[in-house]
């Protein structure tokens, strides 16, 4: 039984390693491209290159009347290049196998240079709002508008989102994450996150050309502009509670020493861990986050640092 123990312990050591290092996000390391482990479901790519040509440009979570079906999602090109987003998929559903949505686009699906795509829930309720027909929709409500069909082999769920707090994700091809945005209660692509919306109004991407992973990205908009990109640079959105940006640049950070065993105290209470800083400055720990999950969403324990750490 101990051997048993100590065996999971070590592998619990590991992934606490990893979780470390993937959510402080290498930014010191200028090769790196992509990094992907098989448990970890998503993670941004990071480097200066376009890696993703589309994104996602306006949610609309929290309509004045019906829900979801008066529900939009804005995804816009901002390459130089036509992409072909067959085999594309977007939804609400950050962990493969969960409750939530993933949608594919259909055979034939592009998007050009400069172009926005809407797909609404209800192309129906959609268009009797704004005026003018989406490009697709999720629920059948007009013929001849053509619907995202689900992807099951993701989820087999709906896009119903949360008011409250919930994220939209773009995935290409392979099913890795190109895209995201968070809200309210959700932290999935943003730690601190973007506040979550009234009712009617909509989140926007400002400018829609840029995307640092960031909630910065991200303003709220008490009139939206489905079909329209802002390309005018952003004034932030107020965090709760209001602090100054982090800047993660230099996160030479590793776990030095792990106590997961102990003999003379109770656990978890004597169980500790010790980091060290590879660097020759000092690193603010709002930019990492520890813990022992390893899956978004899981029942284990992922920790934040307190304020000026």
Excluded at 17 to 41: A, E, H, R
Excluded at 236 to 262: G, H, K, M, R, W
């Amino acid at each position: 039984m101990k051997t048993n123990r100590a065996g999971n312990m070590m592998l619990k050591v590991l992934i606490v390693f990893v979780v470390v290092i993937l959510l402080i996000g290498f930014s010191n390391l200028d090769t790196l491209k992509y990094f992907y482990f098989p448990f970890v479901n998503h993670l941004f790519p990071v480097g200066g290159e376009l890696h993703n040509k589309i994104v996602i440009s306006e949610v609309m979570p929290n309509p004045i009347g019906s829900e979801p079906g008066g529900e939009w999602i804005e995804i816009y090109n901002r390459s130089s290049e036509s992409v072909d987003l067959q085999l594309y998929k977007i939804g609400d559903s950050e962990v493969r196998g969960d409750l939530e949505g993933m949608y594919i686009f259909p055979e034939g699906s592009h998007i050009n240079p400069g172009q926005t795509i809407l797909i609404a829930n209800q192309s129906a309720n959609f268009s009797q709002r704004y005026g003018f027909r989406p490009e697709f929709e999720l629920s059948e409500s007009d013929p001849e508008i053509p619907n995202l069909t689900k992807y099951r082999t993701w989820s087999g769920g709906v896009i119903n989102l949360n008011n409250n707090g919930d994220e939209v994700l773009i995935l290409n091809q392979e099913d890795k994450l190109l895209d995201a945005v968070s809200w309210g209660g959700s932290n999935f692509a943003f730690t601190p996150t973007i506040p979550k919306p009234d009712d009617g109004m909509s989140l926007e991407r400002k400018p829609a050309n840029v995307d640092t992973h960031r909630a910065d990205d991200w303003s709220i908009l008490p009139e939206p502009d489905p079909g329209n990109v802002n390309l005018s640079v952003s004034t932030s959105i107020p965090q709760t509670p209001t602090a100054t940006q982090l800047v993660c640049d230099n996160n030479a950070v590793l776990i030095s020493e792990v106590f997961y065993d102990p003999d003379i105290s109770p656990e978890p209470d004597g169980e500790w861990m010790e980091m060290f800083n590879l660097s020759d400055s000092a690193i603010d720990l709002g930019c990492i986050i520890l813990g022992d999950e390893e899956t978004i969403g899981g029942a284990e324990g992922m920790m934040t640092f307190p304020p000026v750490s």
